[in-house]
């Protein structure tokens, strides 16, 4: 599968994994659909970027977490694509748009749980259904966890439940959706130093240090070291890659 005129949606696009993500994928010379919640201004700035490089790019407002809005997102994006490429569909979905939380199990609320399930498990599940028929046979999808899926840190219990939800749903896909030749697989970075959760890991010296004590390769990851690792899994080469969850930590808790 050549890469040449292939499009991919990144959900969440305008800044962090999902920027770093979106400018891989262009080095692949894949055009790109990111979205953005509220941030439209970095989101214009990630397409100024890609369409520099001679590729297509776009940005569209999103609500992840918003199921109902869905249908109008989708009218939406498939009209801009048609104007754009002269098709409705996409090559590459990947499903990276989210938001932090971080409460102790004692004193989640039902609103807590209720927002991060919307963003994290139901709109994942609901945008990627409603967006099957405009995913070309032979493309990908890529879902985003996290290493709290797989070690435990006080404070992450709904947020985590809800990446490991999406892990199980995207064995599923792959298995569903192999006979239209779609891979689908999961990509869970660990600590990493962005703005997520507001600079959460970035900004807590003492928390920053302490993850890189854990790691094998001694450090905390940035985001360079994730969105190649999505590019990659939208190539030729990864193409009997599927079903597979791909931690991306370092070597943390190893």
């Avoid at 985001?223 to 931690?247: K, M």
Wanted: aromatic content about 6%; overall charge neutral.
């Amino acid at each position: 599968m050549s890469t040449g005129n292939k499009i991919a949606l990144v959900t969440g696009g305008s800044r962090g994994l999902g920027r770093n993500m979106a400018l891989a994928l262009a080095g692949k010379g894949i055009n790109v659909v990111i979205t953005f919640n509220s941030n439209k201004a970095e989101a214009d700035k990630v397409v100024e970027e890609i369409r520099s490089s001679g590729l297509k790019a776009a940005a569209l407002q999103l609500n992840a977490g918003d199921i109902k809005s869905f249908d109008g997102f989708v009218t939406n994006l498939t009209t801009v694509l048609k104007s754009e490429t002269g098709s409705t569909n996409i090559d590459f979905l990947i499903n990276n748009a989210g938001t932090a939380l971080y409460a102790p199990f004692v004193e989640t609320t039902e609103e807590q749980l209720d927002a991060v399930m919307n963003i994290h498990y139901k709109g994942v599940f609901f945008l990627t259904q409603k967006l099957l028929p405009f995913l070309n046979d032979g493309g990908r999808i890529i879902n985003i966890s996290s290493g709290l899926a797989r070690f435990s840190y006080p404070g992450s219990a709904a947020y985590a439940s809800m990446k490991g939800a999406v892990e199980v749903l995207t064995r599923y896909l792959a298995k569903e959706l192999g006979s239209r030749g779609i891979a689908a697989n999961i990509v869970a970075p660990g600590a990493i130093e962005t703005d997520f959760g507001g600079g959460h890991v970035r900004d807590n010296k003492e928390l920053n240090q302490q993850i890189a004590n854990s790691t094998a390769l001694g450090r905390v990851g940035l985001p360079d070291d994730i969105g190649g690792v999505v590019a990659f899994l939208c190539t030729d080469e990864a193409r009997w890659i599927n079903g597979q969850r791909i931690e991306v930590s370092g070597g943390i808790h190893l």
